[in-house]
């Protein structure tokens, strides 16, 4: 429980945790090293790991690089099952409860499971909540499931709340990587007042303004991904982490 507690720790001290997504299919390995200094300097507190296809390179190799270049944790948010490596720190273990897809509430994991185990890494129960927003986004393909609907805030709630009783450590809210809206912000509050897990939001968000919409709306930990695959946003990263870091920053 090493990672989940630092993750813990850093949403006490810090009011909220922000984590930026590395997809390998599209930061080239040679921005990498740079890209994580940079996120370092600018007040990121972890990296998720992960891509809906691995089209390019060797996860592995990658998650090695991402290991040996930052002391930040490194977590997997696996795409499939092949998205397994003993370089990383921990793996969010994702059931899509938003869907009624029995692969990808059970199938999957027990295909992962063992070579989890073998891995030695953390593995982080996490109810995956795809979150409808305006177009069919990749997650919500690949997993061969309707998301929630954005207006129905109590559908998302008691989804939730049942993945807590059902013993999962994080809610993970998702719209989808590039979507055209983030989740709405009564729907971060209405699940963020029924859970007492921490609950991640992230897709879609692409100001600080946004990210600290959902930080003040419940949420506990942001992630980000597609804005920072465009270098000339590489500034805006800082602002990103003092808009969620809610107890430290004052939002310019
Ligand atoms: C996707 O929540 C992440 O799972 C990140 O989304 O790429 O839209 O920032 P974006």
């Not at 370089?87 to 295909?111: M, Q, T, W």
Request: charged fraction near 20%.
């Amino acid at each position: 429980m090493k990672i989940y507690n630092q993750l813990l720790n850093t949403i006490k001290e810090k009011g909220a945790a922000y984590l930026i997504l590395l997809d390998p299919d599209k930061l080239p390995e040679n921005k990498l090293t740079g890209f994580l200094k940079h996120c370092e300097k600018s007040g990121v507190d972890g990296f998720l790991v992960g891509g809906s296809l691995m089209v390019n390179g060797d996860f592995d190799s990658f998650i090695e690089k991402v290991k040996v270049n930052t002391n930040l944790p490194s977590i997997i948010f696996p795409g499939s099952i092949t998205q397994i490596s003993p370089f990383a720190d921990a793996i969010l273990f994702l059931s899509v409860v938003s869907g009624r897809n029995p692969e990808h509430l059970i199938g999957k994991h027990v295909l992962a499971a063992p070579s989890i185990k073998k891995s030695g890494i953390e593995p982080i129960s996490t109810a995956y909540i795809l979150i409808e927003s305006g177009s069919t986004t990749t997650a919500i393909y690949m997993s061969g499931s309707l998301p929630i609907p954005r207006n129905k805030p109590e559908i998302a709630a008691a989804t939730a709340l049942a993945s807590e009783y059902l013993g999962m450590k994080l809610i993970y809210l998702e719209a989808g990587s590039g979507a055209d809206n983030s989740v709405p912000n009564e729907m971060v509050k209405a699940v963020s007042n029924q859970c007492s897990i921490p609950v991640i939001v992230g897709g879609g968000i692409r100001t600080p303004q946004t990210a600290r919409e959902k930080v003040e709306n419940g949420a506990s930990i942001i992630v980000t991904g597609n804005y920072f695959e465009d270098e000339n946003n590489w500034d805006l990263i800082k602002e990103f982490a003092s808009a969620v870091h809610i107890k430290q920053s004052i939002l310019v």
